[in-house]
Nanobody, 124 residues
């Protein structure tokens, strides 16, 4: 059974940085594309970044381009989301999931399973 565990969230001041981790439990990550998504209170889930199985293709939401970087270490079965220059509007629960990094990736319809996520709060 595919299971991904998110970690690394926390409280950070505007302009600060955090690195989120998404670790595979019980399966080999190499063959799967992974997406990071977020959901703020009262808002729909949105795609943040997506990385192909080999890491050669990466997609980002316009709102995070130039600030966030997605990467992966298949040997460690982990996908990372480095978040720099954080803004209050980045506050959300962040999730990772297995899916396809195609043209409609940001909608998240073909991604899963969904875990508990990790809370990111950007506030002074």
């Amino acid at each position: 059974q595919l299971q991904l565990v998110e970690s690394g969230g926390g409280l950070v001041q505007p302009g600060g940085s955090l690195r989120l981790s998404c670790t595979a439990a019980g399966f080999i990550l190499d063959s799967y594309a992974i997406g990071w998504f977020r959901q703020a209170p009262g808002q729909e889930r949105e795609g943040v970044a997506c990385i192909s199985s080999g890491g050669g293709s990466r997609n980002y939401a316009n709102s995070v381009k130039g600030r966030f970087t997605i990467s992966r270490d298949n040997a460690k079965r982990t996908v990372y989301l480095q978040m720099n220059r954080l803004k209050p509007e980045d506050t959300a629960v962040y999730y990772c999931a297995v899916g396809w990094c195609d043209g409609s990736w940001a909608a998240g319809a073909d991604f899963g399973p969904w875990g508990q996520g990790t809370q990111v709060t950007v506030s002074s």
